[in-house]
């Protein structure tokens, strides 16, 4: 079990680290207006994504089996459910990150660079939360 936790640790890491760098990629596009720069970051922002978007399924694939497999253990601990909440809220974001992609991709932006400076920094609170309940268990 110690390996599951391990690799789930490892893309969890990794999930947060393309969930902070793809809405800098945003910001960045919200500012520029040059065509080239233009394209390169459409391209950054969709395999970032894509490759975001596995470690997430990682993390959550061995992140639920670990529940499961200790269900009994952690069902009525309260820091549980809230962080399952986070994580629910953390999925949330990085589904709007494949939509703002997207929205990218087809030119539709609507959002200045300070719409995505401040969107950026919400995984920051939802890492901070979560690493908090799961080693604190304040409750």
Known sequence: MLWIKAFHIIFV???F??????????VNHAMTDDSN???TLK???RKLFR???GLALFAIGLGSYLAIAYWDAYA???WLHVKLGLVAVLIAYHVSCGYYTKVFAEDRNTHGHKFYR???????FLLFSIVILAVVRPF
């Open 51 to 53: 490759f975001t978007t």
């Open 76 to 78: 009525h601990m309260k």
């Open 17 to 26: 680290a393309g969930l902070f760098y793809l809405p800098r990629l945003f």
């Open 13 to 15: 890491v990794t999930w």
């Open 37 to 39: 720069t233009i394209a």
């Open 43 to 45: 391209v950054m922002e």
């Open 118 to 124: 401040i969107y950026n920094e919400v995984p920051v």
